[in-house]
């Protein structure tokens, strides 16, 4: 029986990558140079600590829950928009897909503000996977359900996560005073969203147990909301109603939408990010619209310009995740990426070696 496996990428794939990687050797090598200034420098050490934080939370939080200083460092925050928007094709698309999906998104990503990351990633994301969508994903398959190993994977990333999230939500803020807000609020904002997962994950589930689906995201969904206000908000009983909310909107959408709501809109989100990252984000984006026409009431030659700025950047993210989430799927459709076929969605054999499934392979 012939092998149903994509043709080899043996050779395409280490030559993207290689591609891309000597390009950017050249652009670092042209555009990019040490500053040795002392000032500078001593800044760079002050935010070293941070930046490790924010490393930890990136790689081993947003990778096992899903998969330098300051020039780096909005780089590596830059990647958790990849990170987000993969999780809702993971398992349906081969490594050189990934691999474009992530030049597309981050060069389009640049124009964004780093508060709309998660935002942007997750529509961008959706985008991507209902251009991807197949009749046959409206049904869970084997592989795609989840094992308590695996579960256990993904928890490991939840708590990296919410340890360092108030580190992720201060980390680009200069003042002193407003960075400490930011931190403060951000904690009482997961804290509360932790209880929220909690406390809805045993009322909305049949059997009134806790759902790990709940707990391993709507954890976070407080961190995600604060993304914009952080550093606005001043009284602490807003971060923790705003943290509150989020979670039960993140636990009320996996309960409720998630069954219903993509089928309908013909999307297959394998992570569920539009229910960790998507709408609360929208919601932290609303909300901080909110705050920022209360603290202009005073002025109201500066109310309606503040008002109009903020919905438009919240509006012009959320415009170019999905076109650029729907361009990009265009692309990942074509046959030059080799895309698995349908019959191997979420099958990791045609790129990992397992010796005791050899046989026939």
């Given at each position: 029986m012939a092998s149903q496996y994509p043709p080899s990428l043996q050779i395409r794939l280490p030559v993207l990558i290689l591609f891309l990687e000597v390009t950017f050797i050249l652009i670092f090598y042209f555009c990019f140079s040490y500053d040795h200034n002392p000032q500078h420098l001593q800044k760079d050490l002050t935010v070293y600590p941070v930046f490790q934080d924010v490393n930890v939370m990136v790689i081993l939080g947003f990778a096992f829950l899903l998969a330098f200083l300051k020039s780096i460092l909005e780089a590596l925050i830059t990647v958790t928009t990849v990170l987000i928007s993969a999780g809702a094709i993971l398992g349906k698309v081969n490594l050189m897909q990934l691999i474009w999906m992530a030049v597309v998104e981050v060069t389009v990503k640049s124009h964004v503000s780093l508060m709309h990351v998660h935002l942007f990633g997750a529509y961008f994301g959706i985008m991507v996977s209902w251009k991807l969508y197949h009749s046959s994903l409206s049904s869970r398959v084997e592989k795609e359900r989840s094992k308590p190993v695996?579960?256990?994977?993904?928890?490991?990333?939840?708590?990296?996560?919410?340890?360092?999230?108030?580190?992720?939500?201060?980390?680009?803020?200069?003042?002193?005073?407003?960075?400490?807000?930011?931190?403060?609020?951000?904690?009482?904002?997961?804290?509360?969203?932790?209880?929220?997962?909690?406390?809805?994950?045993?009322?909305?589930?049949?059997?009134?147990?806790?759902?790990?689906?709940?707990?391993?995201?709507?954890?976070?969904?407080?961190?995600?909301?604060?993304?914009?206000?952080?550093?606005?908000?001043?009284?602490?009983?807003?971060?923790?109603?705003?943290?509150?909310?989020?979670?039960?909107?993140?636990?009320?959408?996996?309960?409720?939408?998630?069954?219903?709501?993509?089928?309908?809109?013909?999307?297959?989100?394998?992570?569920?990010?539009?229910?960790?990252?998507?709408?609360?984000?929208?919601?932290?984006?609303?909300?901080?619209?909110?705050?920022?026409?209360?603290?202009?009431?005073?002025?109201?030659?500066?109310?309606?310009?503040?008002?109009?700025?903020?919905?438009?950047?919240?509006?012009?993210?959320?415009?170019?995740?999905?076109?650029?989430?729907?361009?990009?799927?265009?692309?990942?459709?074509?046959?030059?990426?080799?895309?698995?076929?349908?019959?191997?969605?979420?099958?990791?054999?045609?790129?990992?070696?397992?010796?005791?499934?050899?046989?026939?392979?």
């Open positions: 695996l579960d256990n994977f993904a928890m490991l990333g939840t708590l990296f996560l919410w340890m360092f999230w108030p580190s992720f939500n201060s980390v680009l803020i200069m003042e002193a005073k407003e960075k400490w807000i930011a931190v403060y609020n951000t904690y009482f904002a997961v804290a509360a969203s932790a209880i929220s997962a909690f406390s809805l994950s045993v009322a909305t589930s049949r059997n009134g147990k806790l759902r790990m689906a709940h707990i391993q995201n709507a954890t976070l969904a407080g961190g995600v909301a604060l993304g914009f206000s952080a550093s606005i908000i001043q009284h602490p009983w807003i971060a923790m109603t705003l943290g509150l909310t989020a979670g039960a909107v993140s636990v009320l959408g996996f309960a409720f939408l998630k069954e219903r709501l993509d089928p309908a809109l013909r999307i297959h989100d394998t992570c569920g990010i539009h229910y960790t990252f998507g709408l609360p984000s929208l919601l932290g984006g609303i909300v901080y619209i909110i705050l920022i026409v209360m603290n202009s009431l005073e002025n109201l030659s500066v109310l309606g310009y503040e008002a109009l700025i903020e919905s438009g950047a919240l509006s012009l993210s959320m415009a170019l995740g999905m076109i650029g989430g729907f361009i990009t799927g265009f692309f990942l459709t074509c046959k030059f990426w080799k895309a698995p076929p349908i019959t191997k969605y979420f099958d990791d054999q045609a790129y990992w070696e397992f010796p005791h499934l050899a046989v026939g392979y």
